[in-house]
């Protein structure tokens, strides 16, 4: 069993940061995979990244590269976002999500067991 649990959102300025946490506990081989998701009320839930390997390996959407840093902290057991030059359209609820593979750096929500509560992000332009 694992548990997630996210924290870092609010409201921020369009072009503003934000830095989200998923602090993580239970099995650590249940967590192999571990990966951001976002979901707008009404709409299918999207994967935004992927962090397998012990953070050796990420994987972005297209929509948030070169803004967003996926990175594991192995040794605090906690799963980052840093969010840059943050847009309108990433305003969403943002979910923590993790699963023991074997195939790890999917964006499809699917493909992940685990889901913590999500954290509220809202960029205004």
């Known amino acids: 069993e694992v548990q997630l649990v996210e924290s870092g959102g609010g409201s921020v300025q369009a072009g503003g940061s934000l830095r989200l946490s998923c602090a993580a506990a239970?099995?650590?081989?249940?967590?192999?995979?571990m990966a951001w998701f976002r979901q707008v009320a009404g709409k299918p839930r999207e994967g935004v990244a992927a962090?397998?390997?012990?953070?050796?390996?990420?994987y972005y959407d297209d929509s948030v590269k070169g803004r967003f840093t996926i990175s594991l902290d192995g040794d605090k057991n906690t799963l980052y976002l840093e969010m840059n030059n943050l847009k309108a359209e990433d305003s969403a609820m943002y979910y923590c999500?993790?699963?023991?593979?074997?195939?790890?750096?999917?964006?499809?929500?699917?493909?992940?067991?685990?889901w913590g509560r999500g954290t509220q992000v809202t960029v205004s332009s």
């Open positions: 962090n397998y390997r012990n953070g050796r390996y990420t």
């Open positions: 999500a993790a699963d023991n593979g074997p195939v790890c750096g999917s964006l499809r929500s699917d493909r992940y067991k685990y």
């Open positions: 239970g099995n650590t081989n249940d967590r192999q995979c």
